[in-house]
């Protein structure tokens, strides 16, 4: 197994991500970094395990709901179960599922995340979400997903990382376009209807990752072509909650989000 190289001096929003879940997965300027973000938007923590139950049940929808049996997750961030492949296998034990990131640290945990119950598969590409082809076109996904059938392609928590709309809409119209009628996107990303989230964001960008927060109109364009499943975009507690969500306060809830499926 080759050695990967960590540059543990500099914040990674995955490591921060982490940290806030409260796992062990970090460094010094992770912790530094998460301390200064939270003391700006102290209901941060709150709102990641939120967000991280909206991923859950998106999944479980996409599986159960909508029968599909193909995922492919980018911007995987470090695992924190329940991973979305035990979600769909779950549902469905033969769900295949393709993981992407571009931090080391999550490749050396992705490693270890490659265990699969006998029906289905699992398997990891290190890129960047900006390079759709690199993804599109690498060994592991053509030989895990069949791209004549449809697939769902997951999004969590990343699009604020991408602040130019126009590379927003290119990339998610690189990532869907070969996919086909069935396909289905989730996304989640920070909301501009919070002033905590704003803060956030504010906190990320001056510790050099860049982040931005959008309107609902501005997460809506993002799924253009496609058609929302309800209740469309919304604060990720309000998409289809369970019983923990259903009473969670707004003022805690710093991402917005919604599922769409390609129809044509």
């Not at 914040?11 to 700006?40: E, F, M, Q, T």
């Not at 980018?74 to 992407?100: C, D, F, M």
Request: aromatic residues 6%.
């Amino acid at each position: 197994m080759a050695a990967v190289e960590l540059n543990v001096d500099v914040p990674h929003s995955a490591r921060i991500y982490d940290y806030l879940l409260g796992g062990k997965d970090n460094y010094s300027a992770d912790r530094n970094a998460a301390a200064a973000i939270v003391k700006a938007s102290p209901s941060l923590p709150e709102s990641m395990r939120v967000n991280r139950r909206y991923m859950v049940r998106a999944a479980r929808y996409l599986a159960k709901e909508r029968g599909i049996r193909q995922f492919l997750d980018i911007g995987t961030g470090i695992p924190t179960s329940p991973n979305l492949h035990e979600v769909v296998q779950q549902v469905a034990p033969q769900s295949r599922v393709v993981y992407v990131d571009n931090d080391p640290i999550v490749l050396v945990h992705a490693r270890a995340l490659l265990n699969t119950v006998p029906e289905g598969a699992i398997t990891y590409i290190d890129a960047d979400l900006r390079d759709v082809q690199a993804i599109l076109s690498a060994d592991e996904l053509t030989g895990t997903l069949d791209l004549t059938q449809p697939v769902a392609v997951s999004v969590i928590a990343i699009f604020q990382f991408i602040v130019n709309e126009d590379e927003a809409y290119r990339i998610i119209d690189a990532l869907m376009a070969p996919l086909p009628a069935g396909s289905a996107l989730a996304i989640s990303t920070v909301t501009a209807h919070n002033p905590q989230a704003l803060s956030a964001a504010q906190e990320y960008t001056a510790r050099g990752i860049p982040a931005k927060a959008r309107t609902n109109e501005e997460v809506q364009a993002l799924f253009r072509g496609l058609d929302l499943v309800e209740p469309g975009v919304t604060l990720v507690h309000r998409w289809r909650p369970d019983d923990e969500d259903a009473d969670v306060d707004d003022a805690h809830v710093q991402m917005s989000g919604g599922v769409a499926i390609k129809t044509g």
